[in-house]
């Protein structure tokens, strides 16, 4: 039986997450796949840190080049976050031949096409599932068995933080600065909720999402985006007067004409439509297809479990159809 | 470029609704895969109904065998329904070293294990997408992007003509007989609509879900199934008052000891529940996995197009990784 040895950059929450998952669920992992699946060195500087997790001292390095430049290493998963020096990394990667995973949705968003060149030229997968919608399959699912569609539109729930401050707002007739300090007391917003509730950690998905359904790129700073910080409880109680509840929706659209229509902003969605039941840090994707009609995925857009799932999926995906 | 030759038996609804997507999404579909895609004999006894789609006279046969022993035909795919002669045929196809994609939930939960031994023994693909929830990606993405989970539980509403009819008697307050008669007169339901209604259609779904998600097979006749026909206005409301909505349910789950408890049956589902939300002929599967944790999928269960895309997944998916 072969062993995929995998190098891990990051060992944070996302990273951890993904350990876990592989520790809980390697049995099935490994018998679905006929091989070992080992992550061998890990770039992280915190050895010490409670992860709830074992890991060997001597998977710790600091320095990446150890991990770039092992031939043994087939597969670098990429969970540090943040553009730079994340890109860096991703690039170098790939031009060293390794297939690379990644939720990092800025970096991915800010140099699309670069890693997408860089990975075609040098013959590797590069895979980011989980930097949509976290744990919901959505990315996969639209270039797999959705693959026979035709695109017409997306309208996404991808933010975890907005939903939630939204969904308290809506339910508990609470104002914006309530809900947003609720949202950091349970952990679903961070002390400085900018790049959330102002809609940039969002345009960065949709920047992905208009990638692969209409094959268009779109620079996140080029999507006009708006952010919930100024829905108050007025416009709240305004939607549900006309049926509807707010929610923080990505949206792209093919026109008739061919182009894309996109923005990132406040939506009233009607009480019937299926994205308007999806609450608290829920997220949800509705596509439409010219051949499947109206489909949508729901789930945890966020987590280091379900994160660490779709991490996982790719480097089985990678597994199967690359390293075979 | 290389062209794809497929054979495809039956050209019904679903078969006609396969031959428009390809139609319809060719451009994309080829331009994607790299090479051409073509329907080149059609096992079809009538060569006169209006379908809506322009087929040439000359793809037509009879003959199944003018199928299965052509070595210019890559990939059959099976579109009769019913047990037989689509299993012969399945198993013949497969056989003669072709890839199978087949709609057909009776034909794989009737025979599931002698089918999938016989693609292995004869080193080919078999695939199954549109047999459950018609259009929504659910089995791709239960063998693909979730992949690296331990799948706990799966509720799935799969059958439009019930969920039709219990929205009616939910939401107008109608009794059963008329709701199957609106139902009927909508075209949701078949003028015997017994395999509706009595839960078989459902029981062969979770047969597929089952050997998919626990890797156990139970025969649909052996899943404990009660059907919706003894479902009354007063049970509704009796529902209603406990916050809940009546759904028929296929179940799924896997007990602490290991043991999977499995049924289809009607079931209450609170309202804060997001199946409770789906409506009339909608599908919608809610799986719960180790790591994902909730997730949920929904869409067209059902209808032409929608099965169509899913059938042509299957086709783009192994023409990516089989045939390329």
């Known amino acids: ?129 989980a930097s949509v919608g976290g744990g919901i399959p959505i990315l996969g699912t639209l270039t797999g068995p959705l693959r026979a569609n035709k695109y017409e539109e997306v309208l996404g729930i991808l933010n975890g933080t907005t939903n939630y401050i939204l969904t308290m707002m809506t339910q508990e007739g609470i104002d914006y600065d309530t809900a947003l300090k609720d949202a950091q007391a349970q952990g679903f917003a961070e002390a400085d909720p900018t790049a959330d509730v102002e809609g940039l950690d969002v345009a960065n998905k949709l920047t992905i999402l208009m990638a692969l359904m209409f094959d268009k790129y779109v620079a996140p700073g080029d999507i006009p985006t708006t952010g919930i910080s100024g829905i108050t409880k007025e416009k709240i109680d305004a939607a549900a007067a006309d049926g509807c509840v707010i929610k923080l929706i990505a949206h792209a659209k093919r026109l008739e004409n061919g182009e894309i229509e996109y923005k990132v902003g406040p939506m009233n969605i009607s009480n019937d439509h299926p994205l308007a039941s999806i609450n608290k840090e829920f997220n949800a994707v509705f596509i439409k297809g010219n051949a499947v009609d109206d489909v949508m995925f729901y789930g945890k857009g966020a987590g280091p479990l379900p994160t660490g799932s779709a991490v996982l999926g790719d480097v089985i995906e990678i597994v199967q159809h690359a390293l075979n």
Chains 1, 2 share one sequence.
């Not at 190098?7 to 091989?35: H, P, Q, S, V, W």
């Not at 060195?41 to 840190?49: A, H, N, Q």
């Not at 890109?87 to 949705?105: P, Q, R, S």
């Open 1 to 129: 039986m072969k062993t995929v040895k995998i190098g891990l950059l990051g060992l944070g929450n996302i990273g951890t997450g993904t350990y876990k998952t592989l520790e809980m669920n390697r049995t099935e992992i490994e018998t679905a796949l006929n091989a070992k699946v080992e992550i061998v060195k890990i770039l992280e500087k915190d050895m010490t840190r409670d992860r709830g997790i074992e890991v060997p001292k001597e998977k710790f390095t600091t320095d990446p080049d150890e991990i770039f430049n092992d031939p043994e290493i087939d597969i670098v998963i990429e969970l540090l976050g943040g553009i730079e020096p994340a890109t860096t990394f991703i690039l170098t990667a790939l031009k060293n031949g390794k297939h690379v995973v990644t939720a990092n949705k800025a970096a991915i968003a800010a140099n699309y096409q670069e890693i997408m060149d860089t990975a075609k030229a040098n013959n590797v997968s590069f895979k980011f599932e």
